[in-house]
């Protein structure tokens, strides 16, 4: 598989990624922008994309049974050089499965993670799946 991604400047203040007909605004302005996401939270951001398409990708084939997820990330920026030294990550259920089936999810998510396989071979990722307060 290829994926595209067209991205281009608009202005010293943002610029605008665009795939297939979604259109992200991106903050490219040196003083940051509230209202767009810079390039770590975009890095971030696919690796919340990438767990919850997972967790779509195998609930099915291991009849798991899910309420609702959500994921809960984090990085670690050093200055010199410039890079991310460790990603923390939460991925909470809404489920009464067991605790171990919760490992199988979390397993599985993680081994089939385009994103996740990638940005490990990179950087530490460090997390787990919990169960969503509430349940069982």
Do not use: W
């Not at 975009?42 to 049974?65: D, N, W, Y």
């Not at 919760?102 to 397993?107: G, K, P, S, V």
């Amino acid at each position: 598989m290829e994926y595209r991604v067209h991205a281009r400047r608009i202005d010293a203040h943002g610029s605008l990624a665009v795939a297939k007909d979604a259109e992200i605004t991106l903050d490219t302005d040196l003083a940051g922008r509230r209202d767009a996401m810079n390039p770590v939270e975009l890095l971030l951001s696919a690796l919340a994309a990438c767990m919850l398409k997972g967790i779509e990708r195998v609930t099915p084939m291991l009849h798991f049974q899910l309420g609702g997820a959500e994921v809960r990330l984090e990085a670690v920026r050093q200055d010199a050089p410039p890079k991310l030294t460790l990603i923390r990550y939460e991925i909470l259920v809404d489920s009464a499965e067991t605790d171990q089936r919760l490992d199988l999810l979390h397993r599985n998510v993680l081994k089939y993670g385009t994103i996740s396989n990638t940005l490990s071979a990179a950087v530490p990722l460090d997390g787990a799946l919990r169960r969503a307060s509430g349940r069982g």
